[in-house]
């Protein structure tokens, strides 16, 4: 027989600490992932959406010109589009639909799609001269309410 005592280690407070606290951690980064998300699905994206389309058709007109692809059929599609877009900046952004400056430049920027409809560029050099001025447009607007 042994005399030495058998001795059973019982699991330390901090081991059990450490484990609550990395649980508390996980269960906390998840419920703020979920907040966050649940935040950003109710609020409106569509003044955004407006934004980012115009931008990549106005890449689209650059990137015909550095191409050397400004045939009617490549460059006019993209400022349909541009002029479709332009419609909808009063509904995209209803808190500036009041504002008298506001309404002139989206007045201004149709203005500029229609008059580069009703004669669209010949030629890459006429291409540039458009994007520069739908440009100067975005510009006028985003100087005053950016």
Not at 58 to 73: H, S
Request: a neutral charge; glycine letters at 6%.
């Amino acid at each position: 027989m042994s005399t030495t005592p058998e001795t059973t280690t019982a699991p330390s407070a901090f081991k059990r600490y450490f484990f609550m606290l990395l649980i508390g951690i996980v269960v906390g980064a998840i419920a703020t992932v979920m907040v966050l998300n649940a935040l950003n699905a109710r609020k409106d994206h569509f003044h955004e959406s407006v934004m980012y389309v115009q931008e990549w058709h106005m890449k689209q007109l650059g990137g015909k010109a550095a191409q050397n692809r400004c045939n009617a059929t490549d460059v006019i599609p993209h400022l349909k589009a541009l002029r479709t877009m332009a419609d909808d900046l009063e509904r995209a952004f209803p808190d500036l639909a009041d504002d008298e400056r506001f309404v002139k430049q989206a007045s201004g920027m149709r203005a500029t799609l229609d008059a580069a409809l009703s004669s669209p560029p010949l030629n890459c050099e006429g291409v540039n001269a458009v994007t520069a001025k739908i440009g100067e447009s975005c510009k006028g607007c985003h100087q005053d309410f950016k």
